[in-house]
Structures are given as structure tokens and as C-alpha cells.
Nanobody, 127 residues
Framework: QVQLVESGGGLVQAGDSLRLSCAAS????????MGWFRQAPGKEREFVAA????????YYADSVKGRFTISRDNAKNTVYLQMNSLKPEDTAVYYC????????????????????WGQGTQVTVSS
């Protein structure tokens, strides 16, 4: 069992930055690839970014590539999402996700393959 707790969301202006954190419980954090998803009002949950268990491979949605950076610290059981140059269209609830796999991250991490989800943190970007 893995519990994920996100933090770091808030209200910012367009162009600002935020860093989301996701703290995981349990001693097997390094066995999981980690991802971030988001869901805007009236829209389906969408993939944002993923990172392999080792941190050596990452993948980003086209909409955030070059602006967001995912990273992890296995010693702290934490994954991060650094979000720069935020846009109003980034407004959403952001969810942390864990998938038990040692495979490299080669593309989008399907939501159907996620083993554990966090409760979400709200990010609101005003224009």
C-alpha cells in the first residue's frame, strides 16, 4: 500500500512559478514510476509528466514541455513538479500517481495503469 499526499498548489498569476510536491508513504517508493496528472473543470483527467523509478527517464505532455520539470528524491520518498511560465490554461487539480514498474518512461503513462492516486492539489492561474 502506498499513500500519496500532494502539496504546493495555490493561486498565482500568469507567468509565475509553483513547485508541487508529492510525499509517498511506505518503503517501496523507489519501485514505482511516478506521474502527475491534472483535471480542469468540465474536462477529463489528463497526463502531465512522468518519471521512472530511477529518475533517469522522463516524459512530458506537449502542453507543458519546456515549462514543467518532474524530478524525484528517493531518499525522501518525494516527487516534484516544478511549473514555470504558468498559463491560465494550466488551472486544474493536480494529482500525483504511482505505477509499480521498473521500465523506462517512453511515453504517456495511461491513467488506467496507475496503481495509486493522491487526493489532488488545486492550482489556479489568473490572467
Amino acid at each position: 500500500q502506498v499513500q500519496l499526499v500532494e502539496s504546493g498548489g495555490g493561486l498565482v498569476q500568469a507567468g509565475d512559478s509553483l513547485r508541487l510536491s508529492c510525499a509517498a508513504s511506505g518503503r517501496t517508493f523507489s519501485s514505482y514510476a511516478m506521474g502527475w496528472f491534472r483535471q480542469a473543470p468540465g474536462k477529463e483527467r489528463e497526463f502531465v509528466a512522468a518519471i521512472s523509478w530511477s529518475g533517469h527517464s522522463t516524459y512530458y505532455a506537449d502542453s507543458v514541455k519546456g515549462r514543467f520539470t518532474i524530478s524525484r528524491d528517493n531518499a525522501k520518498n518525494t516527487v516534484y513538479l516544478q511549473m514555470n511560465s504558468l498559463k491560465p490554461e494550466d488551472t486544474a487539480v493536480y494529482y500525483c500517481a504511482a505505477k509499480l514498474t521498473f521500465a523506462r518512461i517512453m511515453g504517456v503513462m495511461p491513467g488506467s495503469e496507475i496503481d495509486y492516486w493522491g487526493q489532488g492539489t488545486q492550482v489556479t492561474v489568473s490572467s
